[in-house]
């Protein structure tokens, strides 16, 4: 399985997927319409790095996580 | 990079710092203090850290400032802080202050597009997120658009 988390202002709790890549957790995302906007400017880590690419491949135990705009300061 | 819960003691901070390279032989000490500002009748602000990617940022930086002779340090509240209290101090420590100077201001811009940290407005005890004065990290919208 794969857990997904939101971070920061995103309201969702975690989910745990069964999933091969990146692609997949798209179009399974995409599905959600209250996340629509956060996934358009949200940046995705794989494992705490972050990616630049969906051509990544997931194996069980890893964690995909949604970072959204950030100020810190 | 140090965090705490709540707003940061200031004095007390710039202090152990300072404390800690006296005698290092660095000659320049340069400190940025962020502070929250009284406007749109906010309270105060209020913070959520994502460590493990904050954590890897600031190593990164630290690797930086090591290739110029200087160091980097870095201290951040967690949840509320409030009017006039401070959340956020950067300060780097170099031999020349020109190195200072220019590393303080490259470190604290890319803090602000980079580090893994929301900020809210406290408005009649809740919780807004900041998401206009936001940055979105760069290379994001991988999981947006058409499939």
Redesign the interface.
Known sequence: MIRVEF???IQKAPLELDIDN??Q???I??KDEEL?EW???????LN???????DVALKDGDKV????????? | MYLYDGALDVPKILKQWYDSERDSNYGAYIPFV?TVRSEDNISGLS????E??LE?WFKSWQEKAKLRGAIIKMA?SRGDVMLHES??IAAVFSPKRRVALEFIDEF?ED??????????DLIEGERV???D?????????????Q?
């Open positions: 971070l920061g202002p990146l692609n957790l798209r179009s995302l995409q629509q996934l358009q400017n949200s940046a995705v880590a705490d790095t972050l990616v630049s690419s969906l996580s949604l970072l959204p705009p950030v100020c810190g300061g | 962020g913070f959520d850290i994502y493990p990617i890897s951040h959340s956020y604290v803090f602000k597009a980079s580090a893994p940290i929301w900020k809210y997120y900041a998401k004065r936001s940055t979105a990290i760069k290379g994001s919208g991988l999981l947006g658009g499939s």
